[in-house]
């Protein structure tokens, strides 16, 4: 097994598609720390009610709650969508690492900003990593709610 | 006793006051239904060691969960301090009704990348309400610091 991009982005949609037979926008997130799995999670925003509980939030304090630090600058974040505003600012201020992430979002995601504004100045960027899958698990979830 | 902006605005700066006496940045917000105050936090950020623990993330989720929605499109949030990014991002997508803050926050205010990029459209935004008393607060707080 190799513990690469591909394959913690494989269980970060993984967590994806339990969102999706949750009634939840299926996105999913896990945080890396040493090439080991710290913490995973997906959207719970109609779950909770609570907007702020995407997956990229919950993994970040979960993963904090783990390493007993707000810091995550040597953890590596796995999204399967591009971060929005907020939880770019949330990554930010936890100087993550990197960050990896598959589809683009080009109505929230926070890239439409510029990087350089939103994310932390040393937090690396990977893009489009699995994001054919995540794009179409996406696709699948918006069709079926409009049926 | 007169309901306005003063004095919710003073509940958000005791708040901010409580956050001060336990060594977090002294940031506090109220978040306000019908006139009645159906939530209060203060940043936690060191206590939780989660940099997601400021004051209007807490007033929002805690806010979702008395309404039981995670809109807050009738609610107002006043804060001591001109929101961050990922606050700002996070009163988007509850659709805040109107957002009432004291200091603003040049290096990491959301205003710095414009309102209408981040803000929901609808959101009004009242600003300088208290902002000398925040001010003077924060600064206090950051001299002690350094001492």
């Not at 949330?90 to 510029?114: E, H, I, K, M, N």
Request: charged share 20%; glycine share 6%.
């Amino acid at each position: 097994m190799i513990f690469d991009d591909t394959y913690y982005m494989q269980r970060a949609l993984l967590q994806a598609k339990i969102a999706f037979e949750l009634g939840e926008i299926p996105v999913g997130a896990v945080l890396v720390s040493n090439n080991q799995i710290i913490a995973q999670a997906h959207n719970q925003t109609e779950k909770l009610q609570d907007v702020s509980a995407h997956a990229e939030i919950l993994c970040l304090t979960s993963g904090s709650n783990y390493l007993n630090s707000k810091y995550l600058n040597q953890c590596t974040l796995y999204v399967t969508l591009e971060p929005c505003v907020m939880c770019a600012g949330a990554l930010a201020w936890a100087q993550l690492g990197t960050l990896v992430y598959a589809a683009p979002d080009t109505a929230r995601g926070f890239s439409r900003l510029g990087k350089g504004n939103i994310l932390h100045k040393r937090t690396k960027v990977v893009k489009d990593v699995l994001a054919q899958e995540s794009t179409d698990l996406l696709h699948s979830f918006f069709k079926k709610l409009r049926k």
